[in-house]
């Protein structure tokens, strides 16, 4: 049994997710040949910092993002931070040769993914990167469908990732909402998962035009360390700015031809948490939904007419990964599975010394699909996607 160290930054909801997911992965993987030790984690909210080491089972806690990069028995640093310190965490865990897991979106802006992902190349280091999406059951199914050739010729692809999170006009001026400590809003944190599962999908895109918008343009001023992006303050708080974006959609040329959409919001009305995609072949079809994450709707006719619709197929441990979870059909897995299942193939690629995918490379190609679309949106033209990387 491999023992790594793991080493997290920042405390919230996500670095919580982090941590249960990297304590779980030997007892879903018993097999796998791979552990993690949580040695030690960070925030700059002590009590959060302390409230994690007590609950989560760290070694040992602190305020300083660079103790965590600086302990001995740290193997890998997993980042669940505000997205204005990526870069700079990056950098310095690269400088200590330590392998990194960085939460999407990687930079706040395109070019700065480009320069995180530069970093970690040129150190000759291992990364992950927080598409935890992919990892369904289900979608993987649907990869090796497509892999094998039962949809034939891709033709259409329809992505959308609609959340409620942001709906409210009294949801609280999280970091999210700030241009300058998150970048951009629904580009990074929701459109990115959209991006990422349709060159998973459905390849590389070629060109595209897009269009954004923000809605509600204030909201209520948070208390630091209290709360998350789903807390809501009241009429007479102190409001302030919204500075990045609500909306984003997207008509695409992938450069096998298909054509399709991409789509995400974190102010619509209606879809709570709705990261869904449609892919049509010339021999089939497929849809999903993470609100129904263990189905998949499945379309491939027979030759002699014989059945022709749609199917429903329900998770179950005939499926990748399934099994590890739970036994037979129709019971169902969650969010923090597919974290799990995310954490122990960032294990997996350590221990093997090998990079797996999605890792900053794949963040690159999706922040060259979101510079395409932000200049689509400045320009009102089609944009070519171009090539970002930094050698």
Not at 26 to 36: D, E, I, Y
Not at 297 to 309: E, F, R, S
Not at 324 to 342: H, Q, T
């Amino acid at each position: 049994m491999t023992e790594l160290g793991i080493g997290l930054i920042g405390m919230g909801w996500m670095g919580q997710v982090h941590a249960r997911a990297y304590s779980l992965a030997r007892q879903r993987f018993p097999n796998g040949g791979v552990s993690a030790r949580l040695v030690i984690c960070s925030d700059s909210v002590s009590e959060r910092a302390e409230s994690a080491r007590e609950s989560l089972g760290f070694e040992t806690a602190t305020t300083r993002w660079q103790d965590v990069i600086e302990h001995p028995a740290v193997h890998a640093v997993s980042i669940a931070t505000p997205n204005n310190l990526h870069l700079e965490i990056v950098a310095a865990a690269a400088e200590a040769g330590k392998h990194i897991f960085c939460e999407k979106p990687v930079g706040r802006a395109p070019m700065e993914t480009a320069q995180i992902e530069s970093i970690a190349r040129s150190a000759g280091l291992l990364s992950f990167v927080g598409f935890n999406y992919r990892w369904a059951p289900l979608v993987v199914q649907a990869k090796q469908l497509i892999q094998a050739g039962a949809l034939g010729e891709l033709t259409q692809y329809r992505g959308r990732f609609f959340s409620m999170y942001g709906s409210d006009p009294m949801g609280l001026l999280s970091w999210r909402f700030d241009r300058e400590i998150a970048g951009y809003g629904a580009l990074g944190d929701i459109m990115a998962h959209a991006t990422d599962m349709a060159l998973f999908l459905g390849g590389s895109v070629r060109r595209l035009v897009s269009n954004a918008h923000t809605f509600i343009k204030q909201r209520p001023l948070p208390i630091p360390g209290k709360g998350t992006h789903y807390s809501r303050g009241v009429p007479d708080d102190p409001k302030g700015a919204v500075t990045n974006e609500d909306y984003v959609g997207a008509l695409i040329e992938f450069e096998n031809g298909a054509r399709g959409s991409l789509e995400a919001s974190r102010s619509i009305f209606g879809p709570k948490n709705q990261m869904a995609f449609e892919l049509n072949g010339t021999k089939g079809a497929f849809n999903w939904d993470f609100e129904r994450m263990n189905e998949l709707q499945l379309y491939l006719p027979d030759a002699d007419g014989g059945h022709d619709g749609y199917m429903r197929l329900v998770g179950g441990d005939q499926y990748p990964y399934h099994g590890n979870f739970n036994p037979g059909e129709g019971s169902g897995l969650g969010y923090e599975d597919m974290k799990v299942i995310e954490a122990y193939n960032f294990l997996q690629s350590i221990a093997e010394g090998m990079q797996r995918a999605p890792g900053l490379a794949e963040a690159l190609a999706v922040a060259e699909v979101h510079a395409a679309m932000i200049r689509s949106w400045e320009s009102g033209a089609w944009e070519a996607v171009q090539c970002l990387r930094i050698d």
